[in-house]
């Protein structure tokens, strides 16, 4: 098996190019791999196709540093403060938006993504029915269920195979084999669907913890280019048995991208003034040690003894 | 005197919304408060979903921020993906979704994505999440927002989570067969679909609010259902059972 373990400058440097498409996290609100979005942004890459169902306000960021030609994506903002104000402002008192928006819900994303993951053609829904999404949206087409004697409408949802998947797990091994707890949203499909797939692993542990147990794992290593040992990468999102989420960061952040300038002061401090993630650990310091959750509520082992 | 805050009375009113045994698309804030209220009182066999993944008997113990806050994967039904719990949805299962919105019309279509043309938008918000799903494929919808004349208008500007579309049977003509806004809960008064139309008409109104004031804070010319009332007043069971979950009285 081929080891995986790099930094995560070499990582984003190496597989993520301007142009590319890039699902950062897709549990929806915990597992955000922030410490990649960061990395993005110091990396000044551009023109990114960032396919998020709903990434907290990771895509709000990385709108507003500028590495953004398109969201592929069914919500941006940020979750626990309202509206995204660079999501706005990419939008608002423009001749034109500044940025591409292909909207989808998040089922639709969902079934984008499946498709991509299984190497369906397109996949049939119907919860886009009546929605003006297909309208602002031209990717999708009506069509009428072919198995149904009766008029029956569908939405066709094209696949999607993201350039990266960029995903935040509890713990992987060398190899890119890696657990995941807690609610998965679309990030295993994405993983499926991806052409590279980089995790970020707040523990590395030796192969005969992730092989132990095979039915927690997300993806097998064998589907991951790279891995990075991140403690906290999710900060300031939460990460089920690691991290509880940092609210007020949130709050902050909602309150200093209000205006462009104050978001700049905001990028210079958080992103910019801080080399890499252990400097940002660093400058969270006592705050992100009382983030760490130190209790147990431990599953019951599993058996898979074969005799 | 009932002492309880207008938020308290929505939540409330939401958990009345619930009966015992459904299945239920809980959002954050005032729905998931709606969700505990719901089970401590007349529906304790009610099963909450949530978008993320999750699957849940008894709310949450500690007071979530989003859906995928620790405390909510503790002692989960369920912890999956997106796809196995959103496709109940369309596999028909689901008994009733609550969402929020930006705006609403008088034939319930919501509206979360653009105000002004969605090419070049005067506002832009942040999008559906999973609400134009849970509108399209729950069996009731149930909508909470603040009732104020620019928010219930005649007419959204984009259809982000379908209602009643332009009222009458053009929902069902759209192929959605089922569902539909069962209940709009706002900080005034409930509004309710009426007849072949099915236009939002005022079905209750909450103490205090006069029937001309709704009136005039409604952006269409709004009509008033036969079977009017008032909206009930917290039981003092509903209220013990709000305050049991929300300790630190956030909504009061």
Same mark, same amino acid.
């Given at each position: 098996?081929?080891?995986?373990?790099?930094?995560?400058?070499?990582?984003?440097?190496?597989?993520?190019?301007?142009?590319?498409?890039?699902?950062?996290?897709?549990?929806?609100?915990?597992?955000?791999?922030?410490?990649?979005?960061?990395?993005?942004?110091?990396?000044?890459?551009?023109?990114?196709?960032?396919?998020?169902?709903?990434?907290?306000?990771?895509?709000?960021?990385?709108?507003?540093?500028?590495?953004?030609?398109?969201?592929?994506?069914?919500?941006?903002?940020?979750?626990?403060?309202?509206?995204?104000?660079?999501?706005?402002?990419?939008?608002?008192?423009?001749?034109?938006?500044?940025? %591409?928006?292909?909207?989808?819900?998040?089922?639709?994303?969902?079934?984008?993504?499946?498709?991509?993951?299984?190497?369906?053609?397109?996949?049939?829904?119907?919860?886009?029915?009546?929605?003006?999404?297909?309208?602002?949206?031209?990717?999708?087409?009506?069509?009428?269920?072919?198995?149904?004697? =009766?008029?029956?409408?569908?939405?066709?949802?094209?696949?999607?195979?993201?350039? /990266?998947?960029?995903?935040?797990?509890?713990?992987?091994? %060398?190899?890119?084999?890696?657990?995941?707890?807690?609610?998965?949203?679309?990030?295993?499909?994405?993983?499926?669907?991806?052409?590279? /797939?980089?995790?970020?692993?707040?523990?590395?542990?030796?192969?005969?913890?992730?092989?132990?147990?095979?039915?927690?794992?997300? /993806?097998?290593?064998?589907?991951?280019?790279?891995?990075?040992?991140?403690?906290?990468?999710?900060?300031?999102?939460?990460?089920?048995?690691?991290?509880?989420?940092?609210?007020?960061?949130?709050?902050?952040?909602?309150?200093?991208?209000?205006? =462009?300038?104050?978001?700049?002061?905001?990028?210079?401090?958080?992103?910019?003034?801080?080399?890499?993630?252990?400097?940002?650990?660093?400058?969270?310091?006592?705050?992100?040690?009382?983030?760490?959750?130190?209790?147990?509520?431990?599953?019951?082992?599993?058996?898979?003894?074969?005799? | 005197?009932?002492?309880?805050?207008?938020?308290?009375?929505?939540?409330?009113?939401?958990?009345?919304?619930?009966?015992?045994?459904?299945?239920?698309?809980?959002?954050?804030?005032?729905?998931?408060?709606?969700?505990?209220?719901?089970?401590?009182?007349?529906?304790?066999?009610?099963?909450?979903?949530?978008?993320?993944?999750?699957?849940?008997?008894?709310?949450?113990?500690?007071?979530?921020?989003?859906?995928?806050?620790?405390?909510?994967?503790?002692?989960?039904?369920?912890?999956?993906?997106?796809?196995?719990?959103?496709?109940?949805?369309?596999?028909?299962?689901?008994?009733?979704?609550?969402?929020?919105?930006?705006?609403?019309?008088?034939?319930?279509?919501?509206?979360?994505?653009?105000?002004?043309?969605?090419?070049?938008?005067?506002? %832009?918000?942040?999008?559906?999440?999973?609400?134009?799903?849970?509108?399209?494929?729950?069996?009731?919808?149930? /909508?909470?927002?603040?009732?104020? %004349?620019?928010?219930?208008?005649?007419?959204?500007?984009?259809?982000?989570?379908?209602?009643?579309?332009?009222?009458?049977?053009?929902?069902?003509?759209?192929?959605?067969?089922?569902?539909?806004?069962?209940?709009?809960?706002?900080?005034?008064?409930?509004?309710?679909?009426?007849?072949?139309?099915?236009?939002?008409?005022?079905?209750?109104?909450?103490?205090?609010?006069?029937?001309?004031?709704?009136?005039?804070?409604?952006?269409?010319?709004? =009509?008033?259902?036969?079977?009017?009332?008032?909206?009930?007043?917290?039981?003092?069971?509903?209220?013990?059972?709000?305050?049991?979950?929300?300790?630190?009285?956030?909504?009061?």
């Amino acid at each position: 098996m081929q080891e995986k373990l790099c930094s995560l400058d070499q990582a984003i440097g190496d597989l993520l190019p301007g142009g590319s498409s890039v699902v950062l996290g897709a549990c929806l609100e915990p597992d955000i791999p922030f410490a990649a979005t960061y990395e993005i942004i110091r990396q000044g890459i551009k023109d990114l196709d960032v396919i998020a169902p709903i990434s907290d306000a990771s895509t709000d960021m990385l709108i507003g540093a500028g590495c953004v030609g398109q969201v592929t994506g069914a919500w941006v903002g940020n979750v626990s403060g309202g509206l995204g104000h660079n999501y706005r402002r990419a939008f608002e008192n423009r001749d034109t938006p500044s940025i %591409k928006l292909r909207d989808h819900s998040n089922f639709s994303l969902g079934m984008a993504l499946m498709a991509g993951a299984y190497g369906m053609p397109y996949a049939p829904m119907r919860s886009l029915l009546g929605s003006d999404i297909v309208k602002s949206n031209d990717q999708f087409i009506a069509a009428e269920n072919p198995f149904c004697d =009766q008029k029956e409408p569908v939405v066709l949802v094209p696949p999607l195979i993201p350039d /990266v998947a960029i995903l935040s797990v509890q713990r992987a091994d %060398k190899y890119g084999n890696n657990h995941h707890w807690g609610n998965r949203g679309l990030a295993q499909e994405a993983a499926l669907a991806a052409e590279k /797939v980089i995790l970020l692993a707040n523990e590395i542990v030796e192969p005969e913890i992730i092989l132990s147990d095979p039915s927690r794992v997300l /993806v097998p290593g064998y589907l991951v280019s790279s891995v990075c040992h991140l403690p906290a990468a999710a900060h300031p999102s939460p990460q089920t048995g690691c991290w509880r989420r940092d609210n007020e960061f949130f709050n902050d952040y909602h309150r200093q991208s209000r205006d =462009q300038e104050g978001f700049q002061e905001w990028l210079d401090e958080w992103v910019y003034g801080v080399a890499d993630h252990q400097a940002y650990r660093a400058k969270l310091g006592a705050g992100l040690k009382s983030l760490e959750i130190t209790g147990q509520a431990l599953s019951a082992p599993a058996n898979f003894a074969a005799v | 005197m009932v002492d309880y805050s207008i938020q308290e009375l929505m939540i409330i009113a939401a958990a009345r919304e619930i009966n015992d045994g459904e299945l239920v698309f809980v959002g954050m804030r005032l729905p998931i408060a709606a969700y505990g209220v719901a089970r401590l009182t007349h529906a304790p066999n009610a099963v909450g979903l949530f978008e993320c993944g999750i699957a849940r008997y008894a709310p949450a113990g500690d007071m979530l921020y989003t859906m995928g806050d620790p405390p909510n994967q503790l002692q989960a039904a369920w912890s999956a993906g997106l796809v196995p719990v959103m496709s109940q949805l369309q596999r028909g299962r689901v008994d009733a979704g609550f969402i929020g919105g930006a705006e609403i019309d008088r034939y319930g279509n919501v509206n979360t994505s653009y105000i002004g043309d969605f090419n070049k938008p005067l506002i %832009k918000l942040p999008g559906s999440g999973g609400a134009a799903d849970i509108a399209a494929m729950s069996k009731r919808l149930l /909508v909470i927002m603040n009732h104020e %004349k620019r928010r219930l208008v005649e007419k959204v500007d984009y259809i982000t989570s379908p209602g009643f579309l332009h009222g009458g049977c053009s929902r069902a003509d759209a192929g959605l067969a089922v569902g539909g806004p069962s209940a709009v809960i706002t900080d005034r008064a409930i509004l309710r679909p009426h007849g072949p139309d099915n236009e939002l008409h005022l079905a209750s109104f909450h103490r205090g609010n006069g029937i001309d004031d709704i009136a005039e804070n409604t952006g269409w010319n709004l =009509q008033v259902r036969p079977d009017l009332a008032e909206t009930p007043l917290p039981s003092p069971e509903e209220l013990a059972a709000l305050h049991e979950i929300d300790k630190d009285g956030f909504w009061h």
